[in-house]
């Protein structure tokens, strides 16, 4: 698996633009399928479903 990480830098909607970062799973290797290579493609299960955990932690400078 892949993180994928946008930045919305407003826009939508065009009275009340609003920004915005995203983190979001990506469950191949590549934004595009058309860009994929052997490998770079995930399989889902019959299901539909795959579980994608990510866990953050931050330190102020002078705690680590």
């Not at 609003?18 to 399989?43: K, W």
């Amino acid at each position: 698996m892949s993180v994928a990480l946008w930045r919305n830098l407003g826009g939508f909607p065009e009275e009340a633009p609003y920004r915005s970062i995203g983190v979001e799973p990506m469950l191949g290797a590549v934004f595009d399928l058309a860009e994929a290579g052997p490998g770079d493609a995930a399989v889902v299960p019959e299901s539909g479903e795959m579980r994608w955990e990510m866990q953050i932690s931050a330190y102020r400078g002078e705690d680590l």
